[in-house]
Nanobody
């Protein structure tokens, strides 16, 4: 089993930048895909960014061009950098880890990002 712990959330002004980090630990050592999703009350969960072990990425349309995702396969960590933040980016951001073998899907408890003046 894998445990995910996010860090880096907080309050940031519009136009600012923020970095989120997620560290995985536990008995599963090979994570195929890591990434970030976000959710606001009454809204569906939205993909922010995903990254495979080979470095291939998928970036959500709402953050494309201003977000970067990276990972360290050996350490099973993933980081998200978001620039030019706007109020629409306000959400709880969840770290996700997917293990293909056994179809295991893990989630962190979430970290709040608030973009406001």
């Amino acid at each position: 089993q894998v445990q995910l712990v996010e860090s880096g959330g907080g309050l940031v002004q519009p136009g600012g930048s923020l970095s989120l980090s997620c560290a995985a630990s536990g008995s599963v050592f090979t994570i195929d895909v890591m990434g970030w999703y976000r959710q606001t009350p009454g809204k569906a969960r939205e993909l922010v960014a995903l990254i495979d072990r080979d470095g291939s990425t998928s970036i959500g349309n709402s953050v494309k061009g201003r977000s970067t995702i990276s990972r360290d396969n050996a350490k099973n960590t993933v980081a998200l950098r978001m620039n030019s933040l706007k109020s629409g980016d306000t959400a709880v951001y969840y770290c996700n880890a997917f293990v293909l073998k056994g179809v295991e899907n893990y989630w962190g408890q979430g970290t709040q990002v608030t973009v406001s003046s």
